[in-house]
Structure formats: C-alpha cells, structure tokens
C-alpha cells in the first residue's frame, strides 16, 4: 500500500470516541512494520515501541488520537427513524448529510438526516438552524426491521470515503486526528535504520474528543520522559477571521508555545525545523491546547509535552481537508527532531 | 429500470445543461422508436407506434434537468461562489460534496470549524451568499484552469441502496421519470404515443411549454417525483403524501387543476388490478403539466409521482416498491387512454 493508500484505509474506518477497537487493528497493522512490537491495549489504544538500544535511554512518546466525532443513538421512534446526540458537532452541518450507524455486530447502516423540503417550508424558516435534539436520521426501514439491528446507544459516524481535491489536497470525516497518526508513519519511514538516542513510545490514543482518556493511561503505563501530541489545528478558510487566529494551510506544522507546549521543547522543534529548512508556523497556546498533551502532562510525575499541529480546513465536518505537503513536512519534523534528540533538552 | 436510475443519477444536467442526459436517452432509444428529434431549448421528443391507433392524442413526459448551481464568480483565493438553480434549502449544503465545472473537479462547502463559533452564531444557518465550493485551489487563476465563470457546480452523490428498498442519489426527481419513459419505450405498447423528455423543469417549467406546443396533445400524462413529508415531526395532514403507498396521484397543484373526466376511469381500472396508489394531499408544488395543459389549445392534465423524501437535496430518497407501482400505473395509462 502506499502513503496515501494507507492514509484512506484509516480515515474512511470508523471508531467514534469509545469505539476505536475496528480502527485500532488497521493503524496496529499500518504501525507493525516500523517497532519492535504494537499492541492494542484494553481501551483500544494501539501502542508500539522502538529501541534505541541504549541503556538509560529517555523514553519519547509520540501522541496522535484514532476517534473521530459523532453521535450516539437516543430513541427510535415508532416509524423507524433514529433520534441522536452528537459529540463536537455544528448542527448546521447535518440536515441531509449522510451517516453510518454502527452496530455493535455487523456492518455500518446508512441513513441521511431528514430535512423539510423547501416546498413546505414556511417564509424565514431557512434561516434558523434546527437543533440537533430536533433532528431525525433515516435509515429506510420501518420499526420493527430497526430494532433487529440497531440499538439506542449505538454509535453513528459521518459517512463517505476520503475525496480528492486539487492538487494534494484531500477531504475526509476523519483527517482529525487520524491523518497525525499518518504523521508518524511518515516520519518513522524517514527515519529507518538510522540510529538514535532515545527510545520511542508511539500511541495511537482513544478518546480524545471526550477528554484524553486513552492517552492519560497510556502516559500512566508506558512513563515517557517527554510526548509529543501530534494533533490538527484550524488553518485559514474563506470564511474566518483575523479573530480566529488560523494558520496557513499548507504552512507547514504548527508548533505550539505555551504552558502545555513547553517553551524549552518548542524551541528546539523550531531549532530543528529551522536547521533542516522544514516550513513551520508558530501558534500561542495560552493555557488548554486541546489536545492530548493537556492529559498527559500531569501523569504521575509529570512529563514534558509539546503540541505539533497539523494545518486542516473545516474541523469537526464531514469533509475536513488537509494538503499532503503539510503531513510530510510535520513528518519530516518529527523525523528530524527524533535524529536530532539526546534525551536532554 | 433500477440501473437505468443508477446511470441517469450519475448523470449531470442543470437546467439549461441537460446535453448529457438528453444524448444518454437518445442513445438508449433510438432503435425503439418510429420518430425522435430536439428543438432549439433541447427537449427530445421520440414517437412510438403501438398496436393500434388512439383517437386522443397522449404525451408522456418527464423532465430530465436536476437543480444545482452556477459559478458567479470566483475569489482572489480560489473559492466558487455560486448562484442557485431552482429551489434548494442553504441548510443542506453544508458539509456537502460537490463536483464542478465541465472537468467535473471535485469539491467541498462547508463552515470554519465549531471551535471557531459562539453558541449564538450556531443557531442562524448561514446562506448560499457567505458560502462558496472549495477545490483546493490556492489561487483565482489556479481554479480557472478548471473552472470558469458561468459553469455548472453539481451534488457529488452516489447512487446507494440502503435500509428497506431504499434508494438514495441526487436528482432521483426526475430522472426517475426518464427510466421509466425509456423502460416503456423498450417494451411493446398498445396505442400511437408521444414521449417527450423535458428541458428546465426546475427554473419555471420552461421546456414543457415549447413540448406542448410543438406535440399539442389531447391527454398530458406528466411522470414526477413528488415530496413526501413522511417523518415523524410532521402532522400526518402535512405530509403531502407517504413512501410504501404508491404512485402520488394529483388533484390540484401550484398551476393545474387536473381533470377528473379523465382520472376517474383510470383509477378504477388501477383498483381492479390493484395498483397501489394515493393522492397528493398538498396542493403546493407544480410539474410539466403546468405549462402542456395550457399549451395551444390546452388539454386534459394527469400527474403521477413518485413520493420521494429530501427531494432538491444531495439525497433524495425513494422507496423501490414506490417506483414499479408508479410503472404500472403509467403503462395502465397508457393503454386505458386510447380507448377513452
């Protein structure tokens, strides 16, 4: 398979935040090649390990989430549609979308999300968005056919395939944050044989869109020196602002300065990215980064942590878009940065 | 006649651009019919002699335009900002995929992410004027070696079989319609037809008044897809009509009131064979018959839809068993109306 055959395969797999044991074996079997050994832990992490040989080596762990955002299933009404809650979703995005719901058992059911067609609308009513609580999802069959297969609290995902873009963009459900675990993947295959000085840890966490769980065990378990959160940030789209304080798409990574991106660790990333011409972009993080590193930092003794971000347009919607220039070039990064780190900062 | 709908709901034609639609048709029935050509507006018109003569003229029609949009213009950082082509909600385009121009790129609409918004700024749903199609274009001229002003920018959505007999595809309205036409036209039919296969139905039923004039006929049967408004959130009074009842029968729309002399009979004869049907319970809306009733010196109008969820969205949704009650009933049509 190639880069970005692989880079399909894991984003167009499903594994909403508590439900990442299907994609789990897909990034297991994308990782294998590149550790010593992977495992898949009890809550679904994916976990490997590279040595350094060295004794005393410090250990780095490499951080990018495998859930994506999605719904729950609520109710199912007398006439067969689903009601559903969603997890880190803008409701003006899902009138006549298209979903997957996925069972416990069995394969992912398609449903679209109802919407009023315009001949029975009412004057104004296309300018209110409809609460998600309002809202009904149609999977095509009557009540007694949905109880066979679905139940409430089954989880549902946005639906379609990575799409083509121009150029080497690509749009998918899931760039966040599975396209970072494709981050590290590129930067291990840099990396190869060559030697280094520490020994890598590489999760792929459950759990991040509900609050770091996964990786906060791991970080528990496993007792790194340091982590590098691997995550996506907002880049600039037609439609922001100043305000919003985006990032170039296609800028290259996004590394943060902050409290839970500590100075001491930004600086040498940037050292690296500037020494090895690598395009990079600085981002505050005054306080909450979002991302795993604010789970694990305060694992037991406390680890130092540093937010990477890769650049992607419209998050949390179905069709999250990245540019593959900025996946390789925050591999790149993490590659030079491993060969370029001792263990000290 | 499922894979007909499969290949026709692949196709693309915004009203005005109806080319490729129209020369997959041609294509599909030129050997089964006695007379085809097109007008200067791009309606294809095909006759097809049956058994026997009818005293009554028939026209049969569907329209073979879907709505969409066109590119107004194109911005200093490559985004497609786009004009709407018949009626589409703003709410259902956001995270749609889209594909546009006649290279047919691909591309995407959709919001700055919900971390970037307030609670309040979640509650009014943005319009087509603040969104635009992404093609992952970095430039103005970038984008213009694909797409140029004035172009068609189409739904990008499959053709998937889900849930019970479901259907789901763009543009099932009506390209539905024209594979049950074509289905028609390839089998043996008892009396003389016309077929007519119409332009810019979706702008204002335009083609339909130019079929009219030029077939003038006795008996307009127009072949539609309808809104059914089946869901649980709506009164049972306002749901115009519902999946898994068959065909949707017209009374009375937006532009025409149809004649009874004309539906009676049929639908008893429906009954006896026991086609399933209903009536449409709305009187808003309009189809063909709007404008070929009216045409010349007018004629008797029958409309038959099928009833179809989220119709002039990215998924419109029909239920299979819908869609061959509606066939039986337009072939009953068929045959009924050249004895009356």
Known sequence: MTFQEKLKKLVNAYGVSGDEFRVAEIAAEILKPYVDKVEIDKLGNVVGYKSCGKPNAKKLMLDAHLDQIGFLVTDITKEGFLRFMAMGVDPRMLLGSELNVIPKNGEPIYGVVCSTPPHLQKPGDNKKSVPIDQMLLDVGMPYEMVIEKIEVGDYIAFANDALDLLGDCISSKSMDDRACFMTIIHALELLGDTEIDCDLIIVGSTKEEVGGHGAMARAYIDKPDYAIAIDVGHAK????????????????????????????????????????????????????????????????????????????????????MLTLSDVYNVGKLLCEFIKSFDGQL | ????????????????????????????????????????????????????????????????????????????????????????????????????????????????????????????????????????????????????????????????????????????????????MIEIIKGDIEYDTWFGFSVQEEIGIRGARVLGNRVNPDISLVLEGTTAADLPNVAVHAQACAQGKGGVISLIDGKTVYDREIREPILKKADEEGIKWQYKTAGTGANDNGAIHIAKDGCMAFGLSAPLRYIHSAANVLYWPDAEEMLKMAKLFIKESGAL
């Not at chain 2, 749609?96 to 995407?108: Q, Y």
């Open chain 2, 1 to 180: 006649m499922k894979e007909l709908l499969k290949k026709l709901t692949d196709l693309d034609g915004l009203a005005g651009y109806e080319d490729e639609v129209r020369e997959f048709i041609e294509n599909e029935i030129k050997d089964h019919v006695d007379e085809m050509f097109t007008d200067p507006m791009g309606n294809l018109y095909a006759f097809k002699k049956g058994a026997k003569r009818r005293e009554k003229k028939l026209l049969v029609s569907a329209h073979m335009d879907e709505v969409g949009f066109l590119v107004h213009s194109i911005t200093e950082d490559g985004m497609l900002k786009l004009s709407q082509v018949g009626g589409i909600d703003p709410r259902v385009l956001v995270g749609r995929r889209m594909k546009a121009g006649h290279k047919k790129v691909n591309g995407i609409i959709s919001i700055k992410a919900i971390h970037l918004t307030t609670p309040e700024e979640r509650k009014v749903a943005p319009q087509l004027a603040s969104l635009y199609v992404d093609i992952g274009s970095s430039s103005k001229k970038q984008t213009e070696e694909y797409v140029r002003v004035g172009d068609p920018v189409y739904f990008n959505s499959d053709f998937i079989e889900f849930g019970d007999n479901r259907i789901k595809a763009k543009a099932i309205d009506d390209r539905l319609g024209c594979a049950m």
């Open chain 1, 237 to 320: 789209t037609a439609d922001s602002t100043p305000m919003d304080r985006t990032q170039d798409f296609g800028g290259g990574p996004i590394i943060g300065f902050g409290a839970n991106s500590i100075p001491k660790f930004a600086r040498r990333a940037v050292e690296v990215a500037r020494a090895k011409e690598i395009p990079y972009q600085i981002e505050a993080i005054p306080a909450a980064s979002g991302t795993n590193a604010w789970a694990i930092q305060i694992v037991e003794d406390g680890v130092s942590t540093l937010v990477i971000s890769l650049p992607l347009r419209y998050m949390h919607s179905p069709v999250e």
